[in-house]
């Protein structure tokens, strides 16, 4: 193999890559003017979901398929950029899986926001304060996150995303294992490392804090104080890690929604989700007939989770993620016999299936 011949194409490769990446960027300009004159937004998921699957469809390797989402996801979101940084409100404080999150679906250049509580989050967006918001909403271990599903049951923002995060979690800590009494930590993280904590921390206190972020802080300066968090955190806040991926499922994921106040528009193929909420009556059958609404068309639901109303006692709520997207005329007639079996039906939002 003759090494500089390998270089020079290199070399060459590299001017074609930047000469075309910034003719991109310039006919990018041009669609942006005209989504301005259209009143489009600057984000549209559906859009950039169809650029993401016909990128697929062109790759033959050896580049895998999520490492060159991330490289096509950081041009849009500079493309997205020279129009206007999007205002991004998160989960926060700074450097939590939220926070990373929000950067896996707008890449970089944004301008983050976060707050301290998931109502926080929309109330910015309701405000306009924020153009989007990013909130969990699931764990693979955890379970739901229930002052997400409250929220989106009250609010008339809409689902426009979701992101699916893997979560590797570190005991963070100035103090050595033998010293530490307490573990501080966002529930859902304590929840997620139960298992890890009874064997190796058996005697420490489990202290649930706003975010993990908080608890790495806190660690930094309270004797014999850990904190379950991100590599991230600990980087950010300068505490030492003890021990990396203690988590009890190695495959421990957390499933984020981004809200916002204008829906989300078909990306077809099948690639569409919707998020409903809904109220049965109270009679034999009624959530069979319910279930039954999207069951007979064939129409796979994916989730369902009951929630108290917190309307009257032993009301509840069910969510339910179906396949598929609003607009969608089996959808849309899966929701009409969905009303006469329910006192309430909500729709709150439709968007990529993305994983």
């Keep these: 193999m003759d ?3 390998v270089r020079t194409r290199i070399d060459e490769i590299d001017r074609e890559i930047v000469a075309k990446l910034n003719e991109r960027l310039t006919l990018a300009g041009d669609v942006a003017a005209a989504k301005a004159e259209a009143g489009l937004p600057i984000f549209m998921p559906e859009r950039e979901e169809q650029i993401f699957m016909k990128l697929a469809r062109l790759n033959t390797g050896p580049l895998e398929e999520a490492t060159l989402r991330r490289i096509y996801g950081e041009i849009i979101s500079v493309t997205r950029a020279r129009q206007r ?3 991004i409100a998160y989960l926060g404080p700074e450097a939590t899986y939220t926070e990373q999150a929000a950067v896996k679906q ?4 944004i301008e983050t926001m976060p707050q301290r509580m998931i109502p926080d989050v929309f109330t910015a967006v309701e405000k306009g304060e924020a153009d989007y918001g990013v909130i969990p909403i699931e764990n693979s271990t955890g379970g739901a996150v229930l002052h997400s599903l409250d929220m989106l049951a009250e609010t008339e923002l809409k689902i426009v995303s ?4 893997p979560i590797e979690h570190c005991l963070v800590s100035r103090w050595p294992l033998e010293a530490i ?6 529930d859902q993280a304590l929840i997620q490392c139960r298992d890890w904590l009874a064997r190796h921390l058996p005697g420490a206190r489990q202290v649930e804090c706003d975010s993990t972020a908080q608890a790495v802080r806190l660690s930094g300066e309270h ?3 850990a904190a379950i968090a991100g590599e991230l955190a600990a980087t950010r806040y300068g505490v030492p890690v003890l021990a990396k991926g203690i988590q009890d499922r190695s495959d421990n994921v957390t499933r ?9 528009g078909r990306t077809g193929d099948g690639g569409d989700k919707t998020s409903l909420v809904f109220s049965i009556n109270d009679e034999v059958g009624a959530l069979e007939r319910a279930v039954k609404a999207f069951s007979s068309r064939g129409i796979n639901m994916t989730k369902i989770e009951s929630r108290p109303s917190r309307r009257k006692a032993w ?7 179906v396949i598929g997207h609003w607009e969608d005329a089996e959808v849309q007639a899966a929701v009409a016999d969905l009303k006469d079996a329910c006192r309430l039906v909500k729709w709150l939002g439709s968007y990529p299936n993305t994983k």
Aim: aromatic share 16%.
């Design 181 to 186: 009494t307490e573990v501080h930590s966002k």
């Design 162 to 165: 979701q992101v699916y995060l």
């Design 256 to 264: 984020f929604l981004v809200i916002g106040a204008r829906p989300c």
């Design 106 to 109: 707008f890449g970089q250049q």
């Design 3 to 5: 090494l500089e011949k």
């Design 85 to 87: 940084k999007l205002r």
């Design 223 to 225: 004797e014999g104080m």
């Design 315 to 321: 009301d509840y709520l069910f969510f339910v993620d």
